[in-house]
């Protein structure tokens, strides 16, 4: 691989891997902990790929070579989660193994807040559904200001009213967190 | 607010566990979900990804990830390790962009493409403005693209604009498919603006989004410096 800046101090391989490598681990969720080494090695191959396509035509900015990654492995996850359900259609219920950390009762419930929270958050006036989301992601109020293309002030009051349109919602479906 | 802490962190932590099966037809394919991520979608097109992931566990899963992945990306750029290949020429051009012009302080710039291996290595020449796709403050607009994320054209009247270099500067005008496809290219152009000649716009996909960049390259020395890339819609 060369340099395109023709310094010719161009990182070795093992240490863009390593670079990357860094960063999924800190990204990736618990459920691909041990694929990890894939989604690494997909973003690789997919910046080496658009690398030597262009190669002698184009240089290529940090920006864009990172986005390349950022969608590659986004596109792993799914590919891994896709193929996590094949793997689990395949197995006969008698196999299927049973989380030893909650009770079926546990499970159920747990299975019902879920679909609470999210039936709610269907019903949600669409401003407010944006700015509870983004809250219940874990964003901060001016990281969902960014997003959503709103003032502060606004955001930090559709968050309010709608965590309280939530508890009210799921209070109605007789669930409580 | 009256979802105290503990509420909103149960809450928060219900939601974020709700199991992700396989996103369907209608979720975001990754190219527009990390584009969202990191603010180079127009804000409408935003919030409709941010109310899909309200019922998408898949999707709000990825967008966790794909938040988590940009934050890391900002912090590999801005933790100094890049000056393993910040060469000589690279920063000779930095320092007399940072004199010419005092007030960039080479924010806008976005660091010359150094190879694969580069990328990852780079500093904190970025400014979070441009890494985000949001338009840099004036105080910092020296060298940046002019044209608006997210411009729209009618085919026949793509008209992109940059801020010149030092005098003397030649620029490279590149437009890319989403996937990284070289569609046009225009080297050694003098002027800071150009106007894509209708016809090698011919082959657009459907969508009508493209990348542009633009690669400075500085009078004295061979040093470059890119910035982009950034979305245009073509109607």
Known sequence: MSSSNGSGDTPSLTELYEK?????????????????????????????????????????????????????????????????????????????PVPSSSSP?????????????????????PNRREAVTLKLQGHSV???????????????????????????????????? | MSTDTSSLQKLQEAFTSIPAGSPGGDCPDPDRLCAAVRLELPPEERREIVRHTAVCA????DWRVSWAFWKKEQESDGNGSGGKVLNGPWRAFKKSLKKSLPQVAAAGLVLAAVGVGGWLFQDAAQPDAHRSGRSLAPASAATELLTDEGAVFAKD?????WTPGPEGSRYKVEILTLDGQLLFSAANLTDPRLEVPADELAQTSS?????????????????????????????
Request: hydrophobic share 40%; aromatic share 6%.
């Open chain 1, 20 to 96: 990357l490598r860094k960063a999924v681990t800190a990204v990736c969720p618990p459920w691909l902990q041990d694929r990890r080494d894939d989604l690494v090695q997909a973003a690789m191959m997919r910046v080496m790929d658009l690398q030597e396509r262009s190669e002698g035509k184009r240089e290529l900015s940090s920006s864009y070579l990172w986005k390349v990654a950022h969608s590659a492995v986004i596109d792993e996850i799914r590919r891994q989660r896709r193929r996590q359900e094949v793997a689990i259609e395949e197995v006969t219920p008698g196999d299927m």
């Open chain 2, 207 to 235: 969508t009508g989004e493209l990348y542009w960049q633009v690669t400075w390259f500085a009078p004295s020395s061979t040093a470059t410096v890119t910035a982009g890339p950034r979305l245009i819609r073509i109607r």
């Open chain 1, 105 to 125: 009762e546990e499970r159920a419930r747990s299975r019902e807040i879920d679909d609470g929270i999210q039936s709610c958050l269907e019903q949600m006036v």
């Open chain 2, 58 to 61: 898949a999707c709000a899963e």
């Open chain 1, 142 to 177: 001016p990281d969902s200001a960014d997003i959503l293309g709103w003032t502060v002030k606004k955001t930090e009051n559709l968050v309010y009213r709608g965590l309280r349109d939530l508890q009210d919602c799921l209070i109605s479906k007789g669930l409580k967190p």
């Open chain 2, 157 to 161: 009247q793509v008209r992109l604009a």
